[in-house]
């Protein structure tokens, strides 16, 4: 969602919040897919990079990984009790049931 703020820079929304930094046209690709609401993205600033790291499966740079030996059934998990998904980064190639 990209808000004009003037007429060389636009201020671009997600559903997290509305991007700290301005942006000229040709610094952003528009795409076909769907755009949330002008209602529906919130007033609050954030950094590029946060907005990233909410989108991100492993929750930001690097990586996080489990060392369950279960399957990763519970929420003993650290994956899971995080809500991330398995990633090959976990327990190597034994058997997940959090993908």
């Given at each position: 969602?990209?808000f004009t703020?003037?007429?060389?820079?636009?201020?671009?929304?997600?559903?997290?919040?509305?991007?700290?930094?301005?942006?000229?046209?040709?610094?952003?690709v528009?795409?076909?897919?769907?755009?949330?609401?002008?209602?529906?993205?919130?007033?609050?600033?954030?950094?590029l990079?946060?907005?990233?790291?909410?989108?991100?499966?492993?929750?930001?740079?690097?990586?996080?990984?489990?060392t369950?030996?279960?399957?990763?059934?519970?929420?003993?998990c650290?994956?899971?009790?995080?809500?991330?998904?398995?990633?090959?980064?976990?327990?190597?190639?034994?058997?997940?049931?959090?993908?």
């Amino acid at each position: 969602m990209c808000f004009t703020v003037n007429n060389d820079m636009y201020e671009i929304g997600t559903k997290e919040g509305r991007l700290s930094t301005l942006y000229s046209r040709n610094q952003f690709v528009i795409c076909k897919e769907r755009f949330p609401k002008v209602d529906d993205v919130p007033q609050t600033k954030i950094s590029l990079r946060e907005t990233a790291r909410t989108f991100s499966n492993l929750g930001g740079q690097g990586y996080d990984r489990c060392t369950c030996v279960l399957k990763c059934k519970t929420r003993k998990c650290k994956c899971k009790a995080a809500e991330r998904l398995f990633t090959s980064k976990c327990h190597g190639s034994s058997a997940c049931d959090n993908k």
